[in-house]
């Protein structure tokens, strides 16, 4: 087992102190924190072989090149998948917007593809401006009271129409893990595509996309130690070969000419323009960084901390937790509300204590609205959190219940 | 920044509710929060004779918005264009941050919009 309590001084960034107080980090959801191994590499490349990759032929190029690919090999690795599988965009939501892409291209008026009352916007809002350009119809499977997805609901709206299943892997809200094994047999027996946003899950947990059986899968380099600026859509290889490109221009090509364009191999021909190199260079270090914790470890810590923070913040009075209540269920994530307290207050008084969470409806306003509420507070756990830091969160929430007069 | 004053205008709002028979309304929302406000207003001889606000979020946002429309009260509604958030920030009366100032400005934000629709009308 990695020993966790060490793994803190890695991060540069949590040494500082806010508001004269230790910084606790909660709100690795929204981005993660990155460690000095990173960090460095990002550096490194800019300070001894910025190039850019797959065109010149000189040693910095070739060495630049080389680094980018060799991202590409450690992140297939990490997951389950082929490196020509793997196309590197600027952020989860890019990757997502490519996914989405090359599932629209095969839609048709009448089509239906069915998402989930918990998805983030980024796996909302693309399918609406595709749906609307065809005239395909989106449908939403519903949620539990607990917040696990309602498999029954989800069985009823999957028919012969069904042209796509898109789910998230992790809710970035209730944190449910949603049951992707499953998910992919009720589609296969529709003949529809499945897509899954891995955004909350690939930086907390093991994912295999071929055990999972998935055709897409996406992921947001910042969220797992990774630098902004890198995103990860795995695509089964046939796909790839068979949807069109998104982008189009410059290093997506074989041969241009006034009339024609014959495109380059996959995944290349996805990749059009100048990658975000350093960064992607960063994520393969992020990836290096996770392996060598171990993703089974990072997960069994992860269970450990949401246990331990599920059972302390359920004694808080007049506190609504939202989501499943047994942290095997459940990523590192808790999303909570105070009754008569705003969110965005309840956040600026843990600021003044050096907490930081996220307040507000984390992008998912779907979902708000079938919670019922307009927004919420999530505490999110990573690597370096630890028990301290969940205690620190109870005595800063009975402070906002202070200054808010609320007792 | 949550003095006696936010807090109680927070938990009792003055003016807060629905005017029927508007002259202007306008809604807004601030889309980082979910911070929503809604003003109505009854105007006679060009003074804002009666105001009420219904809205939803942060202590902050609310409390200006009980705030901001006792103060307008009165006010002729060509005046309310040349109300600015230096306005709004004295009125509050706390050190607010750059985020939070967008929770304070919401309210006055909705009000030039009513009264922007009172003139299209």
């Known amino acids: 087992m990695a020993d966790f309590s060490k793994l803190k001084a890695d991060f540069p960034i949590l040494k500082q102190k806010i508001n004269s107080k230790r910084l606790v980090y909660l709100d690795s959801a929204a981005t993660s924190q990155k460690p000095k191994q990173v960090i460095s590499a990002i550096s490194n490349y800019y300070e001894t072989y910025n190039a850019n990759v797959a065109r010149s032929i000189h040693t910095l190029a070739e060495k630049a090149t080389a680094a980018y690919e060799g991202a590409r090999k450690k992140v297939a690795a990490f997951i389950g998948a082929s490196p020509e599988e793997i196309v590197f965009t600027k952020s989860g939501t890019e990757a997502l917007n490519l996914a989405v892409h090359l599932i629209a291209s095969q839609l048709n008026k009448g089509d239906e593809v069915v998402l989930t009352l918990m998805e983030h916007h980024s796996n909302i809002v693309p399918w609406q401006v595709a749906a609307e350009k065809v005239g395909a119809k989106l449908r939403f499977a519903d949620i539990l009271p607990d917040g696990r997805l309602d498999m029954s609901s989800l069985r009823n709206i999957v028919t012969n129409k069904t042209k796509a299943v898109a789910v998230v892997h992790v809710s970035n809200v209730l944190g449910t893990i949603n049951p992707i094994k499953e998910i992919v047999g009720i589609a296969r027996q529709a003949g529809a595509l499945v897509l899954v946003d891995g955004a909350q899950a690939a930086p907390h947990m093991k994912i295999n996309v071929k055990e999972l059986g998935v055709d897409f899968y996406t992921i947001s380099g910042h969220k797992m130690l990774g630098p902004m600026g890198s995103g990860v859509v795995y695509a089964k290889k046939e796909h790839l070969e068979k949807f069109p490109p998104m982008l189009t221009g410059g290093h997506m090509i074989k041969t241009v000419t006034t009339e024609k364009t014959t495109y380059d191999d996959v995944p290349h021909k996805f990749e059009a323009g100048t990658a975000s190199v350093a960064d992607i260079i960063g994520l393969g270090m992020a990836v290096d960084y996770l392996e060598n914790i171990g993703m089974e470890n990072v997960r069994a810590h992860e269970v450990e901390l949401a246990k331990y923070a599920l059972e302390k913040l359920s004694k808080i009075k007049d506190l609504e937790i939202y989501g499943p209540m047994d942290a095997e269920q459940k990523g590192g994530v808790i999303a909570f509300n105070i009754k008569g307290a705003h969110p965005h207050d309840v956040a600026q008084i843990l600021d003044s204590d050096g907490i930081a969470i996220r307040s507000g409806h984390a992008c998912a306003m779907p979902l708000m609205q079938r919670l019922g509420v307009e927004s919420v507070c999530r505490a999110s756990f990573y690597i370096y959190n630890d028990k301290k830091d969940v205690d620190a969160l109870v005595n800063g929430l009975e402070k906002v219940k202070e200054v808010l007069k609320l007792k | ?121």
């Open chain 2, 1 to 121: 920044m949550y003095s006696e004053i936010i807090l109680d205008h927070y938990k009792n709002p003055h003016n807060f509710g629905k005017i029927e028979d508007t002259d202007a309304h306008a809604i807004d929302y601030n889309p980082a929060c979910g911070d929503e406000v809604e003003i109505f207003l009854k105007i006679n001889n060009g003074k804002v004779s009666e105001v009420r606000f219904e809205g939803r979020g942060c202590a902050i946002s609310q409390a200006t918005a009980s705030m901001l429309t006792n103060e307008i009260k009165g006010k002729a509604v060509n005046e309310i264009a040349k109300l600015d958030d230096k306005f709004v920030f004295e009125l509050v009366g706390v050190n607010l941050s750059p985020v939070r100032r967008n929770c304070a400005l919401l309210s006055l934000k909705v009000l030039k919009l009513a009264a922007v629709n009172y003139f299209k009308e």
